[in-house]
């Protein structure tokens, strides 16, 4: 049973690890274990023990249900991996208080290994009538992280309250009724997490909650993302993309029946965003429904008047056209070079996200060329000229995957100065479609 | 019958010892017959009578006028040596107090031989002025009656009366050459005054530990100091002052006021894009210090050359901002005289130095960052100073 637990852990995290992109280490071993300071209580399903244990790591605490009872514990809670159930004494729901962090190590994949809560018990929110079936509820606490909740018969995570600061991180909400429940006016960080195989729904946001979506995964849920009332979550826009994953959930996967509007630029759907529409039925696995008096902003179509990097001279984009539609997936690339010696060409399956003079985002490149490869030439590049980045290094690249009929790509050409410092000449960013 | 005698007088009569000739024209009668010059400028008298002429010679004017000009023979030599002395002093950059001390005693000594010389020539002057007074009705032709009618004193007088034209021409003439004598001690003064200026003369003085005033000096440096991996060419201007011997401290010292300017090139290569050459490029870091320091000279190998060590201290007042700037000097000088150079090593320390590292950035503009960092490093440089 627990290995069949530790391989549903590691497909989730997997899963994250190759969707998601977190913006922290992946979990795998060798990264860095959660912080451990003095001011931390160690717990541990298998070797700790709640009647003689005193919450140091030689002898930890056996329960988080005991643990967070003690006027002595401390504001980090350090659970080593392991099930936390009510076999061993847990109590549900386990309800994590202003000021502390409940953390774990990070998924060891080459051990099977992760902290998993399962469990779940009545939770009596002040915001919402009726008694909930909760397994942990997050009530103002500090951090949640890399922590495996299942409620078979309930929310598997409640956030009563939560701060801007807050932070729920890389952590799975797996197979519940619900992943995640945002109440009141909660408005954490939500970052790396997989919500996944919920019955219902994966997230449900009620109230006035204004979360931020960051790298999360939400597949293969009954709804995706719920969200009522004057919940207005951020997604990520033009100018930064949340980069969430929303995808392969059954009825469908993102469900807007509130009031506020919002912008999912930067999300990942199961249908290129422009291939589909906005509909009012949440059935068949649509994209994106909207039966409330919100609206949707999915689609970022890019500006030609105004280029990527503020720079003296526009190079012009001569092969693919703006919003061109192309039927192969391996296609050259042609433009008007400012014959600086430096220049980089960029595609990505996401609109980038650009600050002041740089691109900051580094998560969605999917194919780039640059001049130092020795291949293609002065305004051209052919497909097999460039590489595929694998991570953030533009040094750890691979020969170039190509293109997914049915998604569009954003491109863009720069070139620097004979310093290498300014850009000296930029494209607008430009983008085409790959044809089914 | 009268006669015209033609003597020629061989004088010495340039403090440069130069040899001058001057040809004298004398009138008188036959009796008698003065041949002078031939001896360094004394007057011998030839008579057909012998005793007449026993006499002539034996006349106290005669005598002491040929004492006068055998002292003024003896100072003419003594002011052709010091001459050649001083020209050999001039020309000696290892000249010292002592030496000119020397050379001012013996002018010292000359004037007053001068002064004696001079007293002594109007004092004769004066005599022969009284004689000739009183044997202003003598006459051509009785010179012999009236030597045996009123003995050696009007003989004598009959004489300078028969010689006044000769003798007025020749104490003219050593009061020509005494004149001469005069202005050339006085140059002679003035040429040691200038010697005692020069930069070798005052060098030995400070470091012999002699110096009674403040001395100034006007520098100029050039050279490079090591920083950055590379020589970064330093100029500097600066003003140092020797002063007289500390005498608590037994040491020999000088401060200095300066102000200098490093012209730092500073290579920078990065990597850009993977596979592309690196780009280098040259960052100028301009720094204009203002310095104080001092030196303590120490050694003194001989009298052309000495090591000095010192401090320095300095503050930016140019380019980079509030620079502290120390240094440590050890230079050896060697000095002639009109100059002084020095080989200077240094070590130079910088507070802060403030530089640019780029980090080229794939996606987007590089990231230029300034560092701030302390440095330091070898200076080497020639400085050649001048009063």
Sequence with gaps: ????????????????????????????????????????????????????????????????????????????????????????????????????????????????????????????????????????????????????????????????????????????????????????????????????????????????????????????????????????????????GGNNS???????????TGKSDMNTVGTLWDQDIFEFTITNSCTGGANIVVDGIGFVDYQFIPSTNSLLFQSQQRIRMDQPLYGEVILSQVPSFEWASSGAHLTMVMIWSQPPVVGLSEITSTENIYWLWHSGLGTGGTGYAQFDDGRSLQGDDITNTSPPQPFEKGRSYYWAVWEWDADGKEIYASSSLNYFRVSN | MRQVLTGLLFIACSAHAEIRVEKITVTTNAICSPATGVNYGTINVYCTDPDLEEKYRNLPGLTKYNLNMEKLELMRTHVASMVTELRMKESDSRVTQKNISRLRDNLRQTEKAFSELWRGHEELRFQLAAVMAKLSDFTQGKIESTVKVIGESVAQAVYEQQFQKLSRSLYYDIDKKLKDYRDDLENLKVRVDALQNDVSFLMNEFLEGNLKENVGFFGLSIGGTYLSSAWQPRIAIEFEILMPKIRLLNARASWFAGLSHINWKEKQSYQTLPGSSPIEVIENNEVTLLSIGSRLYMFEWNDELQTYMGATFGLSVLGEEDTFNYGFIMGTEYFRKTSRIALELRWDGFSKIEREETTFNPLGSATVTTVTESLNGWYVGIKVAFR
Excluded at chain 1, 169 to 187: E, F, I, M, P
């Design chain 1, 246 to 256: 929303i995808t392969n959930n059954t009825l469908c996967d993102f469900r807007h």
């Design chain 1, 1 to 240: 049973m627990l290995k069949s637990w530790f391989t549903i852990v590691f497909i989730l995290f997997y899963s994250c690890i190759t969707g998601c992109g977190g913006r922290e280490g992946s979990g795998r071993a060798g990264h860095p274990a959660a912080p451990e300071t003095s001011d931390t209580t160690f717990v541990d399903a298998t070797t700790g023990n709640d009647a003689t244990g005193d919450g140091t790591r030689e002898k930890p605490y056996q329960t988080i249900s005991h643990t967070l009872l003690l006027t002595s514990t401390k504001s980090i809670i350090k659970i080593a991996h392991g099930i936390y159930d009510i076999s061993i004494g847990e109590q549900f729901p386990i309800v994590i208080p202003a000021g502390k962090s409940l953390t774990a190590d990070p998924i060891d994949l080459d051990a099977d290994s992760a902290a998993l809560i399962r469990g779940s018990g009545e939770f009596d929110s002040e915001y919402v009538n009726g008694v909930n079936t909760v397994a942990v509820v997050f009530d103002d606490a500090d951090s949640l992280k890399n922590v495996v909740i299942e409620a078979t018969d309930g929310i598997a995570l409640w956030v009563e309250r939560a701060t801007i600061n807050s932070e729920i991180v890389k952590s799975g909400l797996y197979a519940s009724q619900v992943g995640l429940t945002l109440v009141n006016d909660a408005s954490p960080q939500i970052i790396g997490n997989v919500m996944q195989k919920n019955q219902l729904n994966g997230i449900e946001l009620i109230g006035n909650v204004s979360p931020i979506f960051l790298n999360n995964s939400i597949k293969e849920n009954n709804i995706g993302i719920v969200i009522t009332d004057s919940a207005s979550p951020k997604f990520g826009n033009s100018s930064g």
